[in-house]
């Protein structure tokens, strides 16, 4: 797989691959040619998408040639480009697409990008296949019923062990991300957090790059101390002490003799918790949430993460989950008055279903609607008015 965020990959970065002649690998194939129109050729194609997708994701580059050996046997080494001539890409793309949605179960979200050769009037593609955390997939294009995984060797298909493995092992991986996620907010509940806050009342943003949590990956943050201090923000206010910790790196907000209106830790393994404890407001005698203002400050505290993690050189798919505790009999406030439509929150702890995306993505607020909709169904909405029905941002 190419190190670096998807939308940052140039023409540049996959001529070096073949200057550098980079083989093939788990997380990287080269094809000289796009996937044909016959069954088996799709087929084929979605074998290779499967099989990324049930192993550790990767990209797949199409129009590279790739050298033989002695017996005519492909050795995965890059010799050149090979421009793939057709009248339109985006055709293209939308094509591969659609094959992959209607050919694979559960549905796999890839991302593609086509290249220009403008010497010889063609294009190369690159496919982007995450890691998925609804591993396994299946392909099931014309009645197929069949499992894929890949390893160094290229990819093969599963047996019965390998499939019954598959499954608990992706229920152990999202059980891990839940368990860590209950105990962090049972943590905060009993006020086990690195700094004293001000408030019970506290809202909580987790973001865990998946990858890189199952493999309990450890990244050095020692000497990123300007990218953390910047590129970890608070949810609402803003930072004005940062330090290292056991966990890995804390910025929060302190005032002298004061507690800590929220703070922001990175873990080692990159996963970030991001507390505000000055999350309820007061009007007329009632405690209300600021809907527009939490869905802008999340929006933007997340855009930021994610910027942060590229910056870093994380790359893959992030969980992020949202959290209220102590906010039980609190309204949602819309604008700067209390919305009479809405009802009182019925318990003390709301814990949201998380939702995943990449780390590249670029609407950061469409791509956090479902987290916002759970919000509002929790004071009694069908989803977030701050929303049209076609998932258009216009506030009230």
């Known amino acids: 797989m190419l190190q670096k965020p998807f939308d940052q990959i140039q023409l540049s970065d996959v001529t070096q691959l073949i200057t550098l002649s980079v083989a093939e690998s788990a997380t990287l194939e080269y094809k000289q040619s796009l996937p044909g129109d016959t069954d088996e050729a799709k087929k084929e194609f979605l074998a290779d998408i499967s099989a990324f997708a049930n192993a550790r994701g990767g990209d797949i580059i199409f129009g590279v040639k790739t050298g033989l050996n002695d017996k005519g046997q492909n050795t995965g080494i890059p010799q050149s480009l090979v421009a793939i001539e057709i009248d339109s890409s985006d055709q293209i793309k939308q094509k591969l697409e659609n094959v992959i949605r209607t050919g694979i179960a559960p549905r796999i979200k890839i991302q593609i990008r086509e290249f220009t050769l403008e010497n010889d009037g063609g294009f190369i593609f690159l496919i982007r296949v995450p890691k998925s955390l609804s591993a396994p997939h299946m392909v099931t294009y014309k009645n197929s019923s069949r499992f894929f995984t890949r390893n160094s060797a290229g990819k093969h298909q599963l047996d019965v062990e390998e499939i019954r493995s598959a499954f608990l092992a992706n229920e152990a991986h999202a059980e891990r991300i839940k368990r860590f996620r209950e105990e962090r907010l049972a943590r905060i509940v009993a006020d086990e957090t690195p700094v004293l806050l001000m408030s019970t009342s506290r809202m909580v943003l987790h973001i865990v790059p998946i990858e890189s949590f199952i493999n309990r990956h450890r990244f050095d943050l020692s000497s990123a101390y300007n990218q953390l201090r910047i590129s970890f923000p608070l949810i609402r206010n803003h930072g004005n002490e940062f330090r290292y910790n056991i966990d890995g790196f804390l910025n929060f907000q302190c005032e002298e003799n004061s507690p800590s209106k929220g703070y922001t830790q990175i873990f080692s393994n990159g996963t970030v918790e991001s507390v505000c404890a000055d999350v309820l407001s007061s009007r007329n005698g009632k405690r209300g949430l600021a809907s527009t203002y939490y869905e802008k400050q999340i929006t933007q505290t997340t855009g930021h993460i994610l910027k942060g993690y590229r910056e870093l050189g994380m790359t893959g798919q992030v969980a992020v989950s949202l959290s209220l505790l102590g906010c039980r009999d609190s309204l949602l406030a819309v604008n700067v008055r209390l919305e009479e439509g809405g009802h009182p929150l019925d ?42 029905k076609d998932g258009i941002w216009e506030p009230h």
């Open 347 to 388: 318990r003390d702890a709301v814990i949201m279903q998380e939702v995943v995306f990449e780390t590249s993505i670029q609407d950061t607020r469409k791509a956090l609607k479902p987290l916002f909709d759970q919000l509002w169904n929790a004071y009694g909405y069908p989803r977030s008015l701050n929303f049209t």
